[in-house]
């Protein structure tokens, strides 16, 4: 009798080591590199850039006089009803020189200095005239259009300038989807200290700016103190200020990185790791209430397991191994209105096709999205918070298997 328990007992702690290595480097995977290297170390990729180039039959917008001289009838970069458009990607530059009514931007008359891009370069500016003054009490502002969907971790760059006369010092604020609320960005200023110099102002977007279809960056003033003193409306209608060498750059939201930096993701992950340690543990504490030859099987199941891709699982009870092929969203686009919700419908597709494995797969899957535009329950309950857009992503043991695009209105 003695000799029977020892042996069983032996095989328990046996079965109960092989787990706990599993359960460890589980662990291991989802709090210290919860979606592979990948994720650290993905490359930002630029999303849209502007690179104004000024060259005889390429102007900005020219005043009425040059146009008719230079055979222009408007600008091949668009104009301030409709927006300049960017070089490269899709975005639109606009500036406004009241806060209010929207200003056409020139070429410099004066060439400027840029620590990028060398000396004697022409720049795009807004410049203060007889319509259109410097006035106090206003908010004077460049504003760029743009769309951050399928995007995380996204910076903006750009480069401001101006003459003696033209505003000095700036900050930077956002919004997303159609709201007219602007919210400043923290640490996000510059200062123009001298005259026709360009200066870099750099900084990245808020998570709720990240994913989002339409965002709208402002580099607006701080104040109306000129570069050269006193107050741009000391001379109401001189003046310019200038905006060229604009980038946004972001990491693509994909299966391999699609749950590295948002802190809602991390805790549906943290969540699901428990969620598998508990079920780990449970199978043990099965597994030694079970036969001697019982436990022989489960000691293999695992070790099978712990050999198999993060895609797969194996059933504590049983030696067949459970693999999630694809998840089948029913659709891949919706949209909901603001204060709604709706769940995600789905088909589980694995081997094998039987409701035990399905089950199986089901609990370890969850939804998460980086938008602030919804709020996602790790079951897939989606409530629709804000105007705007979002991604929704299905995740089985910290790989995407579906996303679906949630437009909120």
Request: hydrophobic share 25%; charged share 20%; aromatic share 8%.
């Amino acid at each position: 009798m003695r000799k029977i328990f020892k042996k069983k007992s032996n095989l328990i702690l046996s079965t109960t080591l092989v787990a706990a290595l599993i359960i460890s480097s589980g662990a291991y995977n989802t709090f210290s590199n919860p979606a592979g290297t990948k994720t650290a170390s993905a490359a930002s990729t630029t999303i849209a850039a502007l690179e104004y180039t000024y060259t005889d039959s390429s102007d900005i917008e020219t005043n009425a006089e040059d146009a008719e001289e230079m055979e222009l009838n408007n600008s091949k970069y668009g104009s301030k009803k409709n927006g300049y458009d960017f070089t490269t990607g899709s975005a639109k530059l606009y500036a406004s020189l009241d806060g209010s009514s929207l200003r056409k931007l020139e070429w410099s008359g004066e060439d400027y200095t840029c620590s990028s891009h060398g000396s004697d370069v022409k720049e795009p500016v807004m410049t203060a005239g007889q319509k259109n003054p410097w006035a106090s009490g206003t908010v004077p502002y460049f504003q760029i259009n743009f769309s951050t969907s399928d995007y995380e971790s996204v910076t903006f760059t750009a480069y401001l300038g101006g003459t003696k006369k033209g505003l000095k010092n700036f900050n930077a604020a956002y919004t997303t989807g159609s709201s007219t609320t602007f919210t400043k960005i923290s640490g996000a200023t510059v200062s123009l200290s001298n005259n026709k110099t360009m200066y870099k102002i750099s900084f990245s977007l808020p998570s709720a700016a990240c994913d989002q279809s339409s965002v709208k960056v402002r580099l607006q003033a701080t104040d109306l103190v000129a570069i050269g003193g006193g107050y741009v409306y000391d001379d109401a209608t001189g003046g310019e200020n200038a905006i060229n060498h604009i980038t946004i750059s972001g990491t693509k939201a994909s299966s391999s990185s699609s749950s590295s930096s948002s802190s809602s993701s991390s805790s549906d992950d943290s969540s699901s790791s428990k969620t598998d340690s508990s079920s780990s543990s449970s199978s043990n504490s099965s597994s030694s209430s079970s036969s001697s030859s019982s436990n022989s099987s489960s000691s293999d199941t695992s070790a099978s397991s712990s050999n198999s891709s993060s895609s797969s699982s194996s059933s504590s009870s049983s030696s067949t191994k459970v693999t999630l092929k694809k998840i089948k969203l029913k659709k891949s686009t919706i949209t909901l209105k603001k204060g709604k919700s709706t769940k995600v419908k789905y088909t589980i597709v694995c081997t094998p096709k039987t409701k035990a494995a399905k089950k199986a797969i089901k609990k370890k899957l969850t939804f998460s999205s980086y938008s602030s535009s919804v709020k996602v329950t790790k079951k897939g309950k989606i409530t629709a918070k804000s105007t705007g857009s979002a991604t929704v992503y299905a995740k089985y043991n910290n790989k995407t298997y579906a996303s679906l695009k949630v437009t909120v209105k």
